[in-house]
């Protein structure tokens, strides 16, 4: 029985979720999308590139889907780094 | 399916970097679904004419349970042996030792001669850390002529760079199980398939050598019109592979295939008769037979071809396209499965399907019905995972005892207690027809925690439900009766025994073990005889040592040996046979006490181990080791909440050992602190005794050994009388009264004399008064064995096997063989024995003839190897 992604409320433990582009040789049908409910696919040549927001553990389970339906994984890209890293503006003193 | 069905090829190139890999210890096949990792293991594997055996085994679909796969591969292993043994098959137990598992696995592995190549398939489906570290071991300590294959979607942490360095380690990865276009040509043949050169080139080109592809594509080509067109569309198609030729498979296949492909794909493994029934039409069975023949993804998982299982990264596609096609139909296949597991007694399939039904009081209620057969059958880890799949935050208060089963299989108290609280809570409102169950279960299980505790008044308020007698309930209701009453004897029979001394001990224990027998659950039984033998320790030591034995026997045959169940047993043997001077073999069994402890912390047992270790060392003259070992089991006795059957001799001897290492004002201190009934106990008076006369007071001894020697102080047995008689006699030699110290030295021997003790001389250091009755005794054979034992050699444990057979001695030849180990003369013996000289002259004739000795101290010599020479031995 294979455990589908967690919702993304359920993580408390996880820090910030982050929106992450999954990239994924060749375009992806109903079929093999519906094991992603929580992504937004999109075609990109001969690719298929899935975003969403999610926190870690959900992010792992759907490398591990990934793993199992036999795709091959191109790029995995954080879009929105969940820490904010300083802006150079900010720390300018007037 | 098909008149044509696609064959495997013959992967030449690949089945020789086996054949290679196969010189060094492990091959690991890594590589991503579909890449035909398996398939090419079988065809290596299934060769005619290979000379090795093969012990194949595919780890189970998110395999949690360290123990439910060790058991596997150990059954996979003793399979492929197949040695014709007495042992027992391989059966799970609540108790789990994993090291002492793989040892098990690897004593088959060493046992078995030839070569013998071990398969373990899907090995990334095993997720348990500890199974993985342990596997490192059984890999890198595999002996010679074992090789072992792994296969896995990805690289695992199998720590194994040692064999790596070692050239023992051979690795092919997907690169290398890409079909070659020539290969692709070759399975395109096989398959009966004609297509085009430059077809086969277009087909090798989009699926890039992918087996899985080719395999799906091949099924599709078999039977299809235009095959050049199928290629071509293909091609031009920008889809995922597999997804695309799964869709094209289906797309082919009659409607009942394709239904029944889609409804069975949410089962780990499907037979005729289920698929039937999630179906709801019969000839399944037809159907997955000519699926397999087909070589679609669907392969057999018994010779008979009852049992059938989809090749995981087909099932899974499968199973998206059922939630996608008949999404409203999954809660309802689900359930329909979970009542044929159910009704099969395949408990935890059924829960599966329940939980995956999302009828989650119905989990509960299955779950907490079968939890405590489930922990007996060792699967504590598989429930571990089952409770995690309830949704947090739901309210099933049924699941407290879940989990309280549990906690105490893993040794986790408190927590157990916790959840019995919640659990008993909820039993008072709960509806009539769970409650009895819940409230039996209840009982049991706190009974359990109660003993494990040492709170043993609490053990007998528990046990009124063993009265309620069993009838008028379903067969289910009697199985976990029976499961429960079974562990409720044994555990009530343990506490009379170890805590109260009751004699209903005994009675309890066979009951328990009968019942156990009587529902097959070994694992009880072994468990309950493992107590026996202390359970009988008013009885000679032989009856005892026979108990003992006997269950450990038992528990080697299940393959328990190394199991916490048979400690007691091997703890309680060790004991008896140090007290009658047999050390080494008595460390021996300790030692094995020790390993089967490893993870077990409980202060009953472990109080037991600490004081046979001190008892041994003690007995060996060796003062210090065994005080750290009194210490250590006082400290445990201190924590246990109810009383102990051995307290006032383990409190006792510390004390008397304090006194001989020369403190005998620690000793003095801590006697001071106990309360009246302990301090007047014989154990305890004895201990008196012993600081006396290290403090130079021999009539204060002979005043603390006062009533243990009349009778009057209560003792544990009559060993401590043995112990107080000797203490007296040292009192005596002490005082100058050489005559009371003989007088009392000799009572102690004629006390020993049935059991042959040897341990409290030695523990009260009574050489010299032995030494000084040599010459007077009436127990001159025991004597001599006594002092053989205080000059340092321990007297050799009985090993019939390596002595070559001897004529039985008549009773009264051992009569004669006794004293000759002594001083006496001919004569003399003649009239110790009220016999003529003649019959003692014929006597010894016939025994030196028996056994084949020359004179007196050879005879001697070698009764002894035989152990003639102790008395109640002559079996």
Not at chain 2, 796 to 808: I, N
């Amino acid at each position: 029985m294979r455990v589908h992604l967690a919702p993304l409320d359920h993580g408390v433990m996880d820090p910030a979720p982050a929106r992450y582009a999954i990239r994924i040789h060749g375009h992806l049908g109903a079929t093999v999308l519906s094991a992603f409910p929580a992504l937004v696919p999109q075609r990109y040549g001969a690719d298929t590139v899935l975003t969403g927001l999610l926190d870690r553990s959900a992010l792992y389970g759907v490398l591990a889907e990934v793993e199992a339906l036999g795709l091959e994984l191109v790029e995995v890209r954080q879009l929105t780094p969940h820490r904010k890293s300083p802006k150079s503006g900010d720390s300018r003193s007037p | 399916m098909n008149r044509t069905a696609p064959r495997l090829i013959e992967r030449i190139d690949l089945l020789a970097a086996l054949d290679r890999a196969a010189a060094g210890k492990v091959t690991i096949i890594s590589a991503p679904a579909g890449s035909g990792k398996t398939s090419l293991l079988r065809a290596w594997a299934d060769r005619p004419g290979q000379p090795h055996r093969l012990a194949v085994m595919q780890v189970q679909r998110d395999q949690h349970d360290a123990q439910q796969f060790w058991l596997a591969l150990l059954g996979a292993v003793r399979q492929a042996v197949a040695t014709p043994s007495h042992a027992e098959p391989q059966a799970a137990t609540p108790d789990f030792n994993e090291p002492a598992m793989v040892d098990r696995v690897l004593s088959e592995l060493a046992g078995q001669c030839g070569r013998l190549i071990l398969v373990i398939d899907d090995l990334h489906e095993l997720t348990s850390p500890d199974a993985l570290a342990q596997l490192t071991r059984l890999l890198t300590s595999l002996p010679g002529d074992v090789h072992a294959v792994l296969t896995t979607r990805r690289d695992l942490p199998l720590r194994l760079h040692q064999l790596r360095l070692a050239g023992e380690l051979a690795e092919i990865r997907a690169a290398d199980l890409r079909f070659s276009e020539r290969e692709t040509r070759e399975l395109l043949d096989a398959s009966g398939i004609a297509l085009s050169a430059s077809g086969a080139v277009l087909l090798h080109q989009r699926t890039e050598g992918w087996a899985a592809g080719l395999r799906l594509a091949a099924i599709s080509l078999a039977d299809h019109p235009d095959p050049e067109r199928f290629v071509a569309e293909f091609s031009g198609s920008d889809r995922t592979v597999a997804e695309y030729l799964l869709a094209e498979m289906l797309e082919r296949q009659p409607d009942d295939v394709k239904d029944l492909l889609l409804r069975t794909s949410l089962l780990d493994r499907v037979n005729g008769e289920l698929a039937d029934l999630l179906t709801g039409r019969p000839g399944s069975e037809r159907i997955l037979l000519a699926l397999e023949d087909a070589n679609a993804f669907v392969v057999s998982l018994d010779p008979e071809r009852m049992w059938f299982r989809y090749h995981r990264l087909f099932a899974d596609l499968l199973r998206l396209e059922l939630r996608r096609a008949l999404p409203e139909e999954v809660p309802a296949l689900h359930r329909r499965a979970a009542e044929w597991f159910t009704q099969h007694g395949h408990v935890v399939d059924a829960v599966r399907h329940t939980q995956a039904a999302g009828d989650w009081p119905a989990a509960t209620r299955l779950l907490a019905d079968h939890s405590f057969s489930l922990t007996l059958d060792g699967h504590t880890q598989t429930i571990q995972a089952l409770l995690q799949e309830f949704p947090p935050g739901a309210d099933q208060p049924e699941l407290a005892l879940v989990h309280a089963t549990v906690d105490l299989v893993q040794g986790r108290l408190d927590e157990a207690a916790a959840h019995l609280a919640v659990a008993e809570t909820y039993a008072e409102t709960a509806p009539p027809d769970r409650q009895r169950r819940l409230q039996v279960a209840i009982a049991s299980l706190k009974l359990s925690l109660a003993r494990r505790r040492g709170r043993y008044a609490d053990v007998l308020d528990q046990v009124k439900f063993l009265a309620s007698p069993v009838t008028g309930q379903s067969d289910e209701d009697i199985a976990l009766d029976s499961d429960l009453r079974a562990v409720a004897l044994m555990n009530l029979g343990t506490v009379e025994a170890w805590s109260l001394g009751l004699p209903d001990a005994e009675r309890h224990l066979r009951e328990g073990a009968a019942l156990a027998r009587k529902i097959g659950r070994p694992y009880l039984e072994v468990g309950c005889l493992a107590q026996l033998g202390f359970a009988s320790k008013v009885r000679p030591f032989a009856v005892t040592q026979r108990r003992c034995r006997e269950a450990i026997a038992l528990a080697d045959r299940h393959g328990w040996g190394a199991e916490p169940l048979i400690a007691p047993a091997l703890i309680t043997l060790s004991g008896a046979l140090v007290w009658t001077g047999e050390f080494d073999e008595g460390e021996r069994l300790l030692d094995r006490a020790v390993q089967a402890l490893q993870a077990d912390t409980g202060p009953d047992i472990r109080l037991l181990l600490y004081h046979g270790g001190g008892t041994l060392q003690a007995g060996r003259g060796r003062d210090h080791e065994a005080l750290e070992k009194f210490t250590m089991a006082e400290h445990l006795r201190s924590q246990l909440e109810g009383s102990h059957a051995l307290a006032n001799q383990v409190t006792g001897w510390l004390l008397a050992t304090q006194a001989r290492l020369g403190r005998p004002g620690e000793a003095r201190a801590l006697l001071a602190a106990l309360d009246d009934e302990r301090a007047g106990s014989g154990e305890i008076r004895n201990a008196c005794a012993v600081i006396c006369l290290e403090e130079g007071d021999p009539a204060g001894a002979l005043e603390a050994a006062r009533d243990v020697l009349d009778g009057t102080a209560p003792v544990i047995g009559y060993v401590t009388a043995v112990e107080a008689h000797l203490l007296a006699g040292l009192a005596h030699r002490q005082l100058g009264d050489q005559r009371a110290a003989n007088k009392a030295a000799e009572r102690a021997l004629a006390l020993a004399e049935p059991d042959r003790l040897v341990l409290p001389f030695a523990i009260t250091g009574s050489a010299a008064l032995l030494e000084a009755l040599r010459h007077e005794t009436a127990h001159a054979a025991l004597l001599a064995d006594i002092l053989d034992v205080l000059h340092g050699s321990s007297l050799a444990a009985e090993d019939q096997s390596s002595s070559p057979p001897v004529e039985e001695l008549s009773p009264s030849e051992l009569r004669v063989l006794r004293y000759l180990p002594t001083n006496l003369s001919r004569p003399e013996i003649a009239s110790e024995l009220s016999v003529s000289v003649n019959t003692v002259n014929t006597h010894v004739r016939s025994i030196y003839a028996k056994l084949q000795a020359r004179d007196r101290s050879s005879a001697v010599q070698r009764a002894r190897e035989l152990r003639l020479l102790s008395a109640g031995r002559t079996r």
